[in-house]
């Protein structure tokens, strides 16, 4: 069995964070390119979330029955399994049908779900226990880094080759990723359990084994504020910008520029998580500067200087996508033995509740009202509420 060796550590950082910034690269493209694709398919703007939504309802049903098949097949092959569905769905999604394209979000999404229950059970074993928030944080810039890398080459390739030809690189590099992994089997699915029997009552499992521990309960709630202001960030910055009369190029670099922030971010709030504060103050702080910044981005206006409006994208950078790590640190460690995997998919499947319901709020208020910056403003609430929750002394029962 793993122990807490650095050796192990480090490969076992290094292939989490691999598979986890090929997945966020996937993910990514089809929010920097929405503007290039909703035009190409004759879709309204509208369109963009009903696609996020079915994307997280997908990602929900994923992590929702994931944990018995990481217990049953490791987290490594679970990891090469997320790969392998992202880059079905990449592929589906050049097709010109948007019906097959909303497919696309089903496969992919359910997919590249099990990527963070999968990695993160492995790091649940090898990471120490003090040092677990920081090596959780580290693992966790694959994200912004994934979507950094989306923002700067998708526009540029959409520009040379069209979007269709960025979606299938990106497929090609999930299934040679899946490949490369292989060989890591052997020792980090050392633990699976192949006798282990998936049931469909592991759904209901999964989702009320957090509800039942007070400070899983706490991680949910701020899981579905968090990853439901994130998705509506990502899903509608590059769209937001063009709106205001960025061009699509320019934009995209905006959002990397902003996303560049989150990878520094991540780290710093592990760091300061792993011995110099509190981790549920550290997620109570981001709790609240998400919510500022997120309402301060709603009443960005074509007049605010480029300067201004990068400030506050930097600071809903280092607070809505940068408290992922802190959180999955604290949900593998208050979860039980051999139980890593389900309870960080049951803490994450509230976040996909977030991740489903706040885009199509925001889709709902732009169609409703014409105003981008509106929902921005709303979607800030829960974060808001949460920080209120979080600074609350903590239930022992």
């Known amino acids: 069995m793993l122990t807490h060796d650095l050796r192990q550590v480090s490969l076992a950082l290094l292939a989490t964070f691999s598979q986890q910034t090929c997945v966020s690269v996937g993910r990514a493209l089809p929010a920097v390119l929405a503007p290039v694709i909703v035009v190409d398919l004759n879709l309204s703007h509208v369109w963009i979330g009903v696609y996020f939504t079915i994307s997280a309802t997908a990602a929900l049903i994923g992590q929702l029955g994931c944990g018995s098949f ?28 948007p019906w097959i394209f909303a497919l696309s979000a089903i496969i992919g999404g359910g997919g590249a ?9 492995l790091l649940g074993r090898v990471s120490p226990p003090q040092h677990a928030p920081l090596v959780f944080s580290i693992k966790q810039t694959a994200v912004p880094v994934g979507l950094l890398i989306g923002g700067i080459l998708a526009p540029w390739m959409s520009n040379i080759t069209g979007w269709r030809f960025a979606f299938i690189l990106v497929a ?48 949910s709630i701020a899981c579905l504020a968090f990853n439901g202001m994130q998705q509506v960030v990502t899903a509608y910055f590059v769209t937001y910008l063009v709106h205001l009369g960025y061009g699509l190029a320019a934009a995209g670099l905006v959002f990397s520029a902003a996303m560049s922030i989150a990878i520094p971010g991540r780290i710093l709030w592990g760091w300061i998580g792993s011995g110099w504060s509190n981790p549920r103050m550290v997620m109570a702080g981001l ?80 169609g ?25 002394p903590q239930s022992p029962g």
């Open 70 to 97: 990481i217990v049953r097949y490791g987290s490594l092959r679970m990891s090469q399994v997320a790969l392998a569905m992202l880059a079905v769905g990449m592929a589906l999604s050049t097709f010109t049908s």
């Open 172 to 219: 090609v590099a999930c299934i040679a990723l899946a490949a490369l992994l292989e060989p890591l089997r052997k020792g980090f699915d050392d633990d699976r359990v192949p006798s282990h029997a998936f049931r469909l009552s592991d759904f209901q499992t999964t989702f009320t084994s957090v509800l039942r521990i007070p400070e899983l309960r706490a991680l």
């Open 287 to 366: 709790a609240f500067g998400m919510a500022t910044s997120g309402v301060a981005m709603g009443f960005f206006t074509a007049g605010w200087p480029v300067l201004l409006i990068g400030i506050v994208s930097a600071a809903i950078s280092l607070t809505a996508l940068s408290w992922h790590g802190v959180l999955l640190a604290e949900a593998a460690r208050a979860a039980p033995e051999g139980k890593r995997g389900a309870v960080t998919g049951g803490v994450l499947s509230f976040g996909q509740f977030g991740a489903l319901s706040e885009p199509v709020l925001y889709s709902l208020l732009l």
């Open 113 to 121: 779900a099990v990527s963070t229950p999968a990695s993160s059970h």
């Open 368 to 392: 409703l009202t014409g105003s981008y910056g509106l929902g921005f403003i709303v979607c800030a609430a829960p974060a808001f509420l949460v920080g209120i929750l979080l600074r609350r």
